[in-house]
């Protein structure tokens, strides 16, 4: 009998003044299938209501700004919480990438799970250098230090997570990825991918799809 499918709900946004999710959003949704993941690609917020959120293992955001009602808000955070006397049935893993950081910002209670708040970043140009900072973490199989050019964000840390890849940026180590745990979910944070050749870099991909196998309910 053939394995079943881990399924990603994919949140994806409108903006497309900088951040075009019309041809950003096929690409994830190629490498991610092409690995054998399952994905739905919505701009649907009401796809956190408990009865659309429930059967996804994991919910992957690239969204930006926006609001939550308190109900998408309520079943986005529950359903990462994964009460086992609750309605959004299994914890989902969390995935936000690049603009998840700059999204719901009138959400205290997301911004904390997620991690860390956008503050502001350089301008795009130069190519950074991304060290891996714990080698031994699933999400970081297979992946060494690497360059490329992306917007790199610079970020308000919200609460405590484990940095698994980061940047040096005027004096200081800046956290780049991390992982972090919520309730019975899991949550990773990718700050890189501002366009296609951010989301085409092998290593960018490699890193998601460990993402995917460790953020996926056991």
């Known amino acids: 009998m053939a394995e079943e499918k881990t399924s990603i709900l994919f949140v994806t946004g409108i903006d497309r003044q900088y951040h075009d999710h019309l041809v950003t959003s096929p690409l994830y949704s190629g490498f991610l299938e092409k690995a ?10 009401d796809s956190f209501l408990p009865p659309n959120v429930k059967d996804y293992d994991v919910i992957m955001l690239n969204t930006v700004g926006r609001s939550l009602s308190p ?11 994964g009460a086992e006397w609750g309605d959004t049935g299994k914890p989902k ?38 060290c891996v900072t714990a080698a031994g973490h699933p999400v970081m199989k297979n992946i060494e230090n690497f360059r490329m050019a992306d917007e790199l964000y610079l970020l308000e840390p919200y609460s ?33 991918g501002h366009g296609p050749d951010q989301i085409q870099n092998r290593s960018f991909q490699q890193i998601l799809i460990n993402a995917v196998a460790w953020a996926k309910p056991e």
Do not use: N
């Open 71 to 81: 109900d998408q808000e309520s079943g986005l955070l529950k359903s990462v919480i």
């Open 36 to 45: 054998g993941f399952s994905v739905t690609v919505t701009t649907d917020l």
């Open 93 to 130: 893993g969390l995935i936000g990438i690049h603009t998840a950081s700059c999204s719901f910002q009138d959400s205290q209670a997301y911004l904390r799970m997620l991690g860390a708040k956008f503050l502001t970043h350089p301008e795009f140009g130069p190519e950074y250098e991304f």
């Open 160 to 192: 405590p997570f484990d940095t698994v890849l980061s940047c040096h940026y005027l004096g200081f180590e800046r956290p780049v990825a991390w992982v972090k745990p919520y309730g019975r979910g899991k949550v990773f944070y990718l700050a890189l």
